[in-house]
């Protein structure tokens, strides 16, 4: 017998993240920053190089999360109808097959239009480090060549050398793209605090640089980008609270009477 004043139909619960999910998670940008920091020893990385590789990285990591989810909605919204009709009452008497063809060019055009303002807010990051991060070839990093640039030659030229920085990322943050509600995950690199360990990164580059030249001279950019890598894998992150649909059968939702 279900328990009085609550619904027959469906209703939300909010879950926290398991804790040996939460170590995983550790555990895995963990890894990641060893890997990096081994990278950037062996192959003797400039500060300027890690902070564009960071750059690339975190805007592949962003475009992940919404690609992932475009396609998680795409392939899901036929079988999980029942949910979206919670949220958006009026598409109740659509059925599941006329329902699943239509979220698609939705799911299209919300991707599209996340991906459009990921680029759009990257340019703007990638104006900062052409003047705080200069490197060759200046005419794609410099102060007059990257905001002359089409936004994907730079992209381009740096995920031809940098790949194993990307991949190293998208496996330590690879819990990221299989969060429950790919509505939020389109999102997900604002909410989770990426985008604001890039912005700390970047203010906090020339600072960093200068403490590091004054307490070890020639060797301050190792130091330095061991540092910035902490930064960008172990700050802590702001975890989303999953939203999950319980059917009234759900022990939580029913009260059995004798």
């Not at 939460?22 to 500060?47: C, E, H, P, R, Y």
């Not at 902070?51 to 919404?66: A, I, N, P, Q």
């Not at 980008?225 to 992150?237: N, Q, W």
Request: net charge positive; hydrophobic share 50%.
């Amino acid at each position: 017998m279900q328990t009085e004043g609550k619904p027959s139909g469906f209703i939300r619960t909010s879950v926290r993240q398991p804790a040996n999910m939460k170590s995983l998670s550790f555990a895995a940008a963990f890894t990641g920053f060893v890997l990096t920091s081994w990278l950037a020893v062996v192959q003797q990385w400039s500060v300027q190089e890690f902070c564009w590789s960071v750059w690339l990285s975190g805007l592949f990591y962003s475009w992940t999360c919404v690609i992932a989810a475009a396609i998680q909605i795409m392939l899901t919204s036929g079988t999980h109808k029942d949910d979206y009709d919670v949220e958006v009452p009026f598409i109740k008497n659509i059925s599941p097959e006329v329902f699943a063809l239509a979220i698609i060019p939705a799911a299209l055009l919300a991707g599209f239009v996340a991906l459009y303002i990921y680029c759009w807010i990257f340019s703007f990051y990638g104006l900062f480090l052409s003047v705080f991060a200069e490197m060759q070839p200046l005419t794609l990093f410099g102060r007059n060549g990257f905001i002359n640039s089409d936004f994907f030659t730079p992209v381009t030229y740096l995920a031809r050398s940098l790949w194993p920085m990307i991949l190293v990322t998208l496996i330590a943050k690879a819990d990221d793209f299989v969060q429950k509600n790919p509505w939020q995950r389109i999102v997900f690199p604002f909410k989770s605090r990426e985008i604001l360990r890039i912005h700390i990164m970047t203010i906090a580059l020339p600072f960093l640089m200068m403490i590091t030249w004054a307490l070890l001279k020639d060797a301050y950019q190792q130091l330095t980008i061991i540092l910035l890598i902490g930064i960008f894998y172990l700050l802590p992150k702001k975890r989303l609270r999953e939203e999950i649909v319980a059917g009234s059968n759900s022990p939580k939702c029913q009260n059995d009477t004798t």
